[in-house]
């Protein structure tokens, strides 16, 4: 199936458990985001792949004008009740395509994204876009999860995410998010990198997984090596996986005027 069409199922058939999931509505990372962004109250912003609105949400009562754009009208709908519940009237919502977007060449001061392009199946051309639509002097704040420089930790982390949920395509490293932003002609500005707690329960909760599909993720993540489990302080008691750790990075990158 169509990796697209897997995420718009995937998200469509979930919308409300991600406006409330911790991680996305209370992550310290989104702060971290509004910090590194240069604002003077007049930009215009476009966040891609909004979700369930977080970033738009954070950033409306803070620029001119907000556009949070997502693949999914189900997603959409669900970030514009809980922006417009916040109190911001500043934001326009927008059904399109994060590789395909439906805008102007240099229409935004700032493009964010935030925990999605790891759903991506062409980063590359996603990143084509974020530099049409950016202005000259425009800024790019990226955030999404990262796996290991290690191919072995790289393959363990990508494999247990996609059990997880078919939508996922790749959570990429570190090392290749810089390369792909400079060879598009932005320019790192500056990036952090931070660790995330997944606690398995609820990261099994918010994709519906079956019994079935959790039974054979449990399994996998038990059979380890003990280097995995040891890199991603995997946490077990009773044979039952309790938590583990992952990364992610936060990334500035201006477009040269």
Known sequence: M??????????????????????????????????MAELNGQEVLL???TGGGHTANAF????KKVTAVDL???MLAAAEKFIIKNGHQNVE???GDAEQLPFT??????VTCRIAPHHFPNVDLFIKEVYRVLKPGGQFLLDDNVVPETKEYDQFYNTIEKI???????????????QKLEESGLEVFEWHRFEKTFRFESWCANMKLSETDKNHLTKFILES??????KFRILIQDEKIISFNGEAIILKALKRK
Not at 60 to 63: G, I, S, T, Y
Request: overall charge negative; glycine content about 2%; charged content about 30%.
């Open 2 to 35: 169509d990796i697209k069409k897997d995420v718009q199922e995937q998200f469509g058939s979930n919308a409300a458990s991600y406006v409330s999931s911790a991680i996305h509505k209370d992550g310290k990372d989104l702060l971290k985001m509004v910090e």
């Open 47 to 49: 966040d891609i792949a």
């Open 60 to 63: 409306a009562p803070l620029v």
């Open 72 to 74: 999914t009208a189900e």
């Open 93 to 95: 919502f927008v059904q």
């Open 105 to 110: 060449n240099e229409s935004f001061d700032i």
């Open 164 to 178: 997880r949920d078919y939508s996922h395509f790749r959570a990429w490293k570190k090392s290749e998010w810089i």
């Open 225 to 230: 090596s003990d280097e995995i489990k040891n």
